[in-house]
């Protein structure tokens, strides 16, 4: 999506971000073995849709599953910030091209080519945006592919706004519930868990997703790091993160952790070092206005 980033009717800046996007572009920024990034979504045909590209293409993303569509454009947001570096969002997106990514007439080819991946990621905004009708044909996909051997990972990064009405939160849950049935990696923000779910404290989110059969679990807890857990590797710990005096932005603080994580999981870290590289990467985003923070910011991890 577009972002505009400041103050209504004040400075606003320019620029890009998607929670799934910005999680590639941190991986690729991270990641120490050039590994093979595909974006996947639907964009205009607009210049400012070629931008985007142009521009996700220098990160070094390949772009070649990103389907174009001549009749819609991109969605845009606005970020306002508070003092203490919370945001809120509004957001226009209802006609983007990317919520009709599945109705798109060239999508079967993407969805050869996702049978070719390593790992998959995909987010509750991924599926939140999408008609009511092909959420469920995402899931169907994803156990797909599952099935097939490709790894998934699921941040269930909930946004109310994009399930309106009491009984959508139901709906949420059983979305959610499927999709952790055959995820391999859950990367959920234990803020969001207890919106959905209730829970009291990250150790009753681990028991759920355990129960719903998640392989390996990590539970963003912010200033405290995380907690992860794998039943095959037999790990249980809390993986500590460096204060950060001076909070900026919070917005991608979760997706660049999901960058980070998942570039060291491609070079074989254990999962313990996925969560250090996450955090740390993490550490350094919220110091930064915006979703995209400069990249002589995020040098320093490739390294």
Known sequence: MIEL???PFGPMHQTFGGDTLNAAVYLSR?????PDIHFVSAMGTDNLSSGMLQRWQEENINTSLVLRDSHRTPGLYLIQVDQQGERTFLYWRNQSAARYLLQHPEFASVKT???KMDIVMVSGISLAILPEGDRMSMVNLLAELSGAGVRIAFDTNFRPALWS???ELKTVKEIYSKLFAVCDFALVTFDDEQQVWGDKTPEMTLARLQKAGARNIVIKLGAEGCLVWSKDHRLHERVPTTPVANVVDTTSAGDSFNGGFLSA?????SLVECCQR???LAGIVIQHRGAIVPRHATDALAQ
Request: proline share 0%.
């Open 265 to 269: 999981l491609l070079e074989g870290r």
């Open 30 to 34: 991270s990641a120490r073995k050039n």
């Open 165 to 167: 009405g009491g009984e």
């Open 278 to 280: 996450g955090n740390a």
């Open 113 to 115: 080519a996702l049978a």
């Open 5 to 7: 980033n400041g103050e």
